[in-house]
């Protein structure tokens, strides 16, 4: 006789896609106004190439969200009930993460199609909304000169980087099939 347990897995997966799928969100929100910002300085390329450079530079830059989110996830994933306790100084980007958590959760719980709907009707326009906003200081002559040489640099790094994260290898994995 059985006890539940495969519900009880299906439950923690739920759970993890739902934690992974925030992370994203997070870590897309930053890429998204990258790459509204090359759109803003100039770089004309098709979305997919500029988004992929924005993504990069997020994925490699040391000063990005892209760490600490990692943090998030490896800790949810490793912790016995998917809920580890967090340190002060992750609370605001834990809060982040978890912003929609309970939608995504519920379309993780529906099933493949059903999350896959969720990403494109839910968490896509809020991508868009949220990160595409420029300011005057994302254009400012100075900071675009650097940022455009980091875009540059991190393309570079890009071909001999191997991913050793999980959220790494999943974007790491997303260039990779479409290239």
Not at 15 to 40: K, Q
Not at 56 to 73: F, M, T
Request: with cysteine; glycine share 6%.
């Amino acid at each position: 006789m059985q006890t539940g347990r495969g519900d009880e897995s299906n439950l923690i997966k739920a759970h993890n896609n739902a934690v992974i799928a925030g992370a994203l969100r997070v870590f897309c929100v930053h890429t998204y106004h990258d790459m509204m910002r090359l759109y803003a300085l100039g770089i004309n390329d098709s979305p997919e190439t500029n988004f992929k450079a924005a993504a990069i530079r997020q994925l490699l830059d040391p000063n990005s969200v892209a760490s600490e989110l990692q943090d998030v996830v490896e800790r949810v994933i490793s912790s016995e009930d998917g809920r580890p306790t967090f340190p002060e100084e992750y609370h605001e980007l834990v809060a982040q993460v978890m912003v929609d958590y309970n939608a995504a959760y519920a379309a993780a719980l529906q099933g493949d199609e059903a999350f896959r709907r969720y990403r494109q009707t839910v968490m896509m326009p809020y991508i868009e909304s949220t990160g595409g906003q420029i300011t005057d200081m994302d254009t400012e002559h100075e900071g675009a000169i650097e940022f455009l040489g980091a875009i540059d640099e991190y393309e570079n790094q890009w071909k001999q980087f191997t991913p050793s994260r999980p959220l790494e290898s999943i974007i790491h994995h997303l260039f990779e099939a479409r290239s």
